[in-house]
């Protein structure tokens, strides 16, 4: 377990092929920017004087899409990209694994985030990342009216398990495997179980979007 804060870095996994959405979803206009520029946007306020030292994006499928999507992001929020070539393979657990092996000694813990999750409140970003940093806990998940959502934390003393996973594991069994040093963080917001899957999903987020014309 780590032994100091502060040294929390976000990893957004933006690899998928978004097979369900027919096109790529990441870069999808949302409040004057993109789906995966809204997302970078939440950890940048939620973690901005919080701890949150870097942003890593994990891209896979829409490689181009994606990059060009946080071109104008980067000018003012630092940002790191690693690729997943095994994108194909549609998991998530591999991504991640890119994400930590990318990231350096000197980060005691990452951040989860999923890159289609534009909803994701830059309070739910910090309530996690404040919880993390105090209550040092291994694994660090939000929970609404009984269910995980994202983002949550994995200290650096749990990576080992995450690299050596294979499939079929998946993160979700991961974290049923280690429910027992999961802390949680409860939330009043659904955002924490939202993505962005379906056509449907994006125009039903968006009708509810005040700022939309």
Not at 50 to 77: C, M, N, P
Not at 107 to 116: P, R
Not at 189 to 205: A, K, M, V
Request: glycine share 10%; charged share 20%; aromatic share 4%.
């Amino acid at each position: 377990m780590s032994e100091a804060g502060g040294c929390v870095s976000a990893i957004v996994l933006a690899a998928g092929r978004s097979r369900r959405m027919g096109r790529p979803k990441l870069n999808l206009p949302w409040q004057g920017g993109t789906v995966i520029g809204q997302v970078v946007a939440a950890l940048a306020q939620g973690g901005g004087g919080a701890g949150l030292e870097r942003i890593l994006v994990v891209t896979g499928g829409a490689r181009r899409q994606v990059e060009q999507a946080l071109h104008d992001v980067a000018l003012s929020v630092p940002l790191e990209l690693a690729h997943n070539p095994d994108y194909t393979r549609g998991e998530m657990t591999r991504s991640l694994q890119v994400g930590l092996e990318a990231l350096g000694e000197d980060t005691c813990a990452a951040m989860v985030c999923l890159g289609d999750q534009p909803q994701m409140q830059s309070e739910t970003v910090r309530a996690v990342l404040n919880a993390y940093l105090s209550h040092q806990a291994l694994l660090m998940v939000p929970s609404y009216q009984m269910r995980r959502g994202h983002p949550w934390i994995i200290d650096r003393s749990l990576w080992g398990v995450v690299l050596d996973l294979h499939p079929p594991a998946t993160l979700r069994d991961f974290l049923n495997a280690h429910e027992a040093m999961i802390h949680y963080v409860v939330v009043d917001t659904p955002t924490i179980l939202e993505d962005l899957d379906t056509p449907q999903d994006y125009e039903r987020y968006l009708s509810q979007d005040p700022t939309r014309d």
